[in-house]
């Protein structure tokens, strides 16, 4: 291998929703634009399809190693992790790594760093302390973070709410903050067989045509708003609306009874994967 092909190591704790879907987007472009790529995670927490997205991302040129990290703080598994992570790092020599999450973001952004790794980049994707309820453990994690800002390169926020709130909490200075939306598939579809795909979706789904739809494509968790969402539907008084919620996640079943308890089952739709609601 040429010593000018730069080495890239991608580091996530979760192999799960939008992270993995970033990753499953944009490492198999670096791969096919020259970088050697590789992607560290753990399948602890992971999608239905995880394994076969890994196996299409080792077809695409990219490395995966499996590494188990857990979300949670756990000591003596978080040690086990971290000495993992650093071993891959230091045999790789990597010149970049990027971190994705609060977990992977704090193991592998300190193996980095003891590894001499030139560039280390690192996005939030929500930071812990935003979701931290417990002001102890909030001003922990905020005091984390900024120790971990010591030894970010750049900190890649995906939103610019995430980067405010990177800067107000002082994790990092401007200099070191930018902002790399989340996008869409740029691919170019003509508007008519969009809306025919979307009149058969709408049959399948059993909704009128003239119906008008809210939607929304997410991890069923607390902090994506599901909850207002859901109570959004029930407070909703125009006619002919009808609300979906397209995603998995641990609050399907809370979804269910809310839906069945406020008899919302004509208006709400509770649909299992996000690829359901694709051209709606």
Request: aromatic share 6%; proline share 2%.
């Amino acid at each position: 291998m040429s010593k000018n092909i730069i080495k890239i190591a991608h580091i996530l704790e979760g192999f799960l929703g939008g992270t993995s879907t970033y990753i499953c987007s944009v490492l198999p472009r670096l791969a096919r634009r020259g970088f050697d790529v590789t992607l560290i995670c753990s399948l602890n927490r992971r999608s239905p399809d995880a394994l076969m997205r890994l196996s299409i991302l080792r077809q695409n040129g990219v490395k995966v190693h499996v590494i188990a990290m857990q979300r949670n703080v756990a000591l003596f598994r978080d040690v086990r992790s971290f000495v993992a992570i650093l071993r891959l790092l230091w045999r790789g020599g990597f010149d970049v790594v990027h971190t994705h999450c609060s977990k992977a973001g704090a193991l592998g952004r300190t193996a980095a760093g003891l590894t001499g790794c030139r560039a280390i980049l690192h996005s939030p994707h929500c930071f812990a302390f935003v979701r931290a309820k417990e002001r102890l453990r909030k001003s922990c994690y905020i005091v984390l973070e900024r120790l971990l800002g010591r030894l970010t390169t750049r900190l890649t926020a995906v939103s610019f709410s995430e980067a405010r709130a990177a800067l107000s909490w002082r994790i990092v200075p401007a200099g070191k903050c930018v902002t790399v939306n989340n996008g869409l598939n740029g691919r170019v579809v003509s508007v008519p067989a969009c809306r025919s795909q979307s009149n058969t979706t709408r049959q399948k789904l059993g909704l009128e045509q003239s119906a008008q739809v809210v939607a929304t494509a997410c991890r069923l968790v607390e902090y994506k708003g599901v909850g207002r969402f859901l109570e959004a539907a029930r407070l909703c008084r125009t006619p002919n609306v009808v609300f979906l919620i397209a995603g998995e996640g641990r609050l399907m079943a809370a979804a269910k009874r809310f839906v069945v308890q406020n008899k919302l089952d004509q208006k709400v739709r509770l649909l299992g994967h996000v690829s359901d609601m694709e051209r709606l």
